[in-house]
């Protein structure tokens, strides 16, 4: 910067405001009061005092008075489900950061991949064969790994995959996986399997539970730690294959380790709450806006950023209505959108 002019050199409080670990701050207090929020709000609230007191009653900090139905909605409602929500959130974000970086694809994603598809096929096999709990998260990750497989396959074309072979490939293995999940439903007992489909492949965190975070909390954080402990690799691996080949990293190694670590992710989170799209692909791009295009800035902000925004959504899915509203649906109004409008910058770009 010692050769620029004065007047051409950023200013000292900008360089400040996008300094990572600032971020990573600002953001943890935003996650804080995202899931204060979370556990306050909704058809019958409860004061963050209440709230505050609840927590802290085992190491005797409570200030106020609550009763036993705020205690059971805090301990055994919203708790499990708030924590679920954001780990979920932070996860199915950070798949979203990998995978478009793995692919050097902007638009990649679990749903436009069609991971998301491929597991939810999986786990409604699972349900109606009345399996739950690890069956139900090894047949989701088992069918959304293969899900990316295909695609891998499909897109990869004299030993090279370029973006518009890669989403073409996704939105086929999609489209297929979701047709197989409509043959699922038609094979399945109306008054008992089907509604539970239905529901769950809707997208929801409705029946979360203490049980339920422990059967997907591990799978989740595993794979994510995967993933971070692998963000300077991404940075590598995105800038092509040759690149990173002289560079001395084992390409197809590291990218199968990448894309089952997101499986994991994947398949762990659509087992508990169903499909939940387009967090994967929103959250990141809201990264990079804050910290540039190094992964090793852009995958924890991600995490981050992936909790925040899957827990506020969350909450206003169960606040906005006397009737919870499904979250994939809120989540696809939402990320629609945002999708069509990076679309149009990237073809604007090419111009």
């Known amino acids: 910067m010692e050769g620029l002019p004065s007047e051409s050199r950023p200013p000292a409080s900008w360089s400040l405001l996008r300094s990572p670990r600032l971020i990573y701050a600002i953001l943890g207090l935003a996650l804080t009061a995202s899931l204060l929020l979370g556990v306050c709000l909704g058809q019958y609230s409860v004061a ?27 301990t055994l409602l919203r708790g499990p489900r708030v924590l679920l929500t954001a780990i979920s959130g932070a996860g199915l974000a950070v798949c979203g950061a990998a995978l478009q970086g793995i692919f050097r694809n902007p638009l990649a994603s679990p749903e436009l991949l069609g991971v998301s598809s491929g597991a939810g096929f999986g786990g409604a096999i699972a349900i109606l064969l ?34 518009t072979t890669t989403i073409l490939a996704g939105v086929i293995v999609g ?17 008992n399997s089907l509604p539970a489909i239905v529901f769950w492949l809707m997208g929801s965190f409705a ?15 595993a794979g994510a ?23 001395g990293v084992p390409v197809e190694r590291d990218r199968w380790l990448v894309c089952a670590a997101a499986s994991l992710i994947i398949g762990a989170a659509v087992a508990v709450a169903g499909i939940v799209g387009w967090v994967g692909i929103v959250v990141p791009h ?49 990320g629609a959108p945002i999708v069509a409008l990076l679309l149009r910058r990237m073809i604007r770009g090419g111009e």
């Not at 963050?48 to 909605?73: H, N």
């Not at 971070?228 to 002289?246: D, K, P, Y």
Request: glycine residues 8%; proline residues 4%.
């Open 48 to 74: 963050p005092a209440k709230v505050w007191s609840i927590l802290a009653s085992p190491i005797g900090l409570s200030i106020c008075d609550w009763t036993i139905m705020d205690e059971r909605v805090v």
């Open 130 to 163: 009345g399996a739950s709990g690890f069956v139900l998260i090894a047949a989701a990750f088992a069918a959304g790994m293969l899900a990316l497989i295909i695609v891998g396959g499909i897109a990869r074309v004299g030993g090279r995959s370029d973006i």
């Open 175 to 191: 489209a297929l996986f979701t047709a197989l999940v409509t043959a699922v439903q038609l094979f399945a007992d109306p008054q």
């Open 207 to 221: 029946t979360s539970s203490w049980d339920r975070v422990l059967i997907a909390a591990p799978a989740i954080v």
């Open 225 to 247: 730690l995967v993933l971070l402990a692998m963000r300077f690799r991404l940075n590598v691996l995105s800038l092509g294959e040759e690149e990173a080949q002289s560079l």
């Open 286 to 334: 809201a990264a990079r806006l804050l910290v540039g295009h190094d992964h090793r800035n852009v995958v924890p902000t991600s995490c981050l950023l992936g909790a925040i925004y899957l827990s506020l959504m969350d909450t206003l899915a169960r606040s906005l209505t006397n009737a919870e509203l499904p979250l994939g649906v809120l989540t696809a109004v939402i």
